[in-house]
């Protein structure tokens, strides 16, 4: 793990800012994850200020490469500013608008999604994950669980889309034949999709 002075300064700003960044838990359970897989791509949703996309950045195999989409212009800013201050402005390409949109116009394949943006648009987010994935690749959804109500019989007020949305998730990833599914209480809750074609 990166472990210096710069990367502590962007995470305690963004602690600071109420910017919901990965929680350790997730951060650490991702790290067992990649750090043998060595992913050469990884598409991320969701950047906010960039610290997620920067900790993943030291599982990639050498010259591995990070696509990461942001739709909040001032984000994008603070995010493109901490990539250069941690020296990875070739690394971390981070992409500005709505993943709903940029989403159908990419053609690369990943080895690994990782999804962490808007919980109402995590069925539409999966869809888009499972055509860009690599044989063999990895689809992860963090605030999965989201606070305990995904799993709970909450059903009120104005969380009840994205907890819809998240449920309907679980359900796409737990029935779909070419993935295995591990939803894990970590942090916000982690979905861990392992995908292999033709299972
Ligand atoms: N992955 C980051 C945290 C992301 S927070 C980290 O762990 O460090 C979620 C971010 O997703 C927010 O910055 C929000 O602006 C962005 N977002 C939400 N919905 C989006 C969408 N539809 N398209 C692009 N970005 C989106
Ligand atoms: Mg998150």
């Known amino acids: ?27 650490k359970k991702i790290r067992e994850i990649l ?7 990884i598409l991320e949703i969701g950047t906010a200020v960039g610290y997620s996309a920067i900790c993943f950045s030291c599982f990639l195999a050498e010259n591995g490469k990070i696509d990461t ?9 603070e995010a493109n ?20 949109e940029i989403l159908p116009t990419l053609n690369d394949k990943y080895d690994v999604v990782f999804i962490d943006a808007a919980k109402g648009r995590y069925p539409f987010f999966l869809e888009q994950a499972l055509r860009l994935i690599n044989d063999n690749g990895i689809i992860l959804a ?20 994205a907890v819809r949305n998240l449920r309907e998730y679980i359900s796409k990833v737990s029935n779909n034949p070419n993935l295995e599914t591990e ?13 292999k074609r033709g299972i």
Not at 81 to 100: E, F, P, Q, R, S
């Open 183 to 195: 939803i894990l209480d970590i942090g916000d809750g982690l979905a861990i999709s392992k995908y």
């Open 1 to 27: 793990m990166i472990d210096n002075d710069i990367l502590f300064n962007i995470k305690e700003k963004a602690i600071a800012d109420k910017v919901p960044i990965i929680m350790d838990d997730t951060l």
């Open 81 to 100: 500013n901490n990539i250069n201050l941690m020296g990875l402005k070739n690394t971390i390409n981070v992409l500005y608008g709505d993943a709903t």
């Open 35 to 41: 750090e043998p897989l060595k992913p050469i791509k």
């Open 69 to 77: 989409i942001e739709r909040d212009e001032q984000k994008v800013k």
């Open 142 to 161: 963090d605030n999965i669980l989201y606070k305990g109500y995904v799993l709970s019989d909450y059903n009120k007020h104005k969380q009840r889309t």
